[in-house]
């Protein structure tokens, strides 16, 4: 059976999710062996690309200032 296009979609962003949230544990594991346990370390985003298709993945909370300021931006370009 082939999945048609939009299952593809939605199983590769499923993907996507997964790996970023594996990367995320293993970053906050790895963070204990070089850093200081008082240091706050933070993943912000992370960035990959599968056959031409990139990916964005942030972490933790939105700054809705932040991006209300890019909204607008691009508004204006």
Known sequence: MKLNKESRKTTQIKCA???AKK?????ENSTKD???PKDRVVLKALDFTVEN???HISFGED???????KLQS???V
């Open 34 to 36: 070089f850093y200081n």
């Open 63 to 69: 700054d809705c200032v932040k991006r209300k300021q």
């Open 17 to 19: 999710k997964g790996l």
């Open 74 to 76: 691009m508004t204006y």
């Open 23 to 27: 990367e995320q544990i293993y970053f």
């Open 53 to 55: 298709k990139e990916y």
